[in-house]
T-cell receptor, first 112, second 114 residues
Framework: DAKTTQPPSMDCAEGRAANLPCNHSTISGNEYVYWYRQIHSQGPQYIIHGLKNNETNEMASLIITEDRKSSTLILPHATLRDTAVYYCIVRVLTNTGNQFYFGTGTSLTVIP | NAGVTQTPKFRVLKTGQSMTLLCAQDMNHEYMYWYRQDPGMGLRLIHYSVGEGTTAKGEVPDGYNVSRLKKQNFLLGLESAAPSQTSVYFC?????????????FGDGTRLSIL
């Protein structure tokens, strides 16, 4: 069961920062927030994850609010190749293992 | 870097036929997973494995069997294919079950059952 809420779609101008929001108001203290994306019909691609602190890597930045109830994925300079569906996932421990619950995500369109 | 490789990439079957999907990873990961993705939906876990020789059921295991005879390979079998199993199948692997361990996915197998 998805524990996150994302807008279904967003647009972003090429070269501008893309800020993708995610609400996870029921997150528990030891649960991580993960971001993946899926381009066309390819497999989900790992982007970044975090627990409490903001994180940055070569692909993106993850900003997590102090109460951890929401987060924002930032693509600093969006390109056309960043057009994809972006999934915000809260990693939970379940009786079926440590699975990822992928919701329907946010479809990001980068506009030339 | 190959990562997670799935074969075949596409397949069309007739109802009642059987087939096996192969997933191979070269990252020495302990955990491997099979998901299916249907149009407009997220991924759903079919089966997973926590190590060589072990398998377990996920969210939607009915109609599928799996085997993990070698650490690097995870096979998904359909004994008698049904149209409801038309889907895109993704394999994934992770180093262990830690909450801070990402899963790495293959590019999928597109399966159509006629």
């Amino acid at each position: 069961d998805a524990k996150t809420t994302q807008p279904p779609s967003m647009d972003c101008a090429e070269g501008r920062a893309a800020n993708l929001p995610c609400n996870h108001s029921t997150i528990s203290g030891n649960e991580y927030v993960y971001w993946y994306r899926q381009i066309h019909s390819q497999g989900p691609q790992y982007i970044i994850h975090g627990l409490k602190n903001n994180e940055t890597n070569e692909m993106a930045s993850l900003i997590i609010t102090e109460d951890r109830k929401s987060s924002t994925l930032i693509l600093p300079h969006a390109t056309l190749r960043d057009t994809a569906v972006y999934y915000c996932i809260v990693r939970v421990l379940t009786n079926t293992g440590n699975q990822f619950y992928f919701g329907t995500g946010t479809s990001l369109t980068v506009i030339p | 870097n190959a990562g997670v490789t799935q074969t075949p990439k596409f397949r069309v079957l007739k109802t009642g036929q059987s087939m096996t999907l192969l997933c191979a990873q070269d990252m020495n990961h302990e955990y491997m997973y099979w998901y299916r993705q249907d149009p407009g939906m997220g991924l759903r876990l079919i089966h997973y494995s926590v190590g060589e020789g072990t398998t377990a059921k996920g969210e939607v295991p009915d109609g599928y069997n799996v085997s993990r005879l070698k650490k690097q390979n995870f096979l998904l079998g359909l004994e008698s294919a049904a149209p409801s199993q038309t889907s895109v199948y993704f394999c994934a692997s992770s180093y262990d079950s830690g909450l801070d361990q990402p899963q790495h996915f293959g590019d999928g197998t597109r399966l159509s059952i006629l």
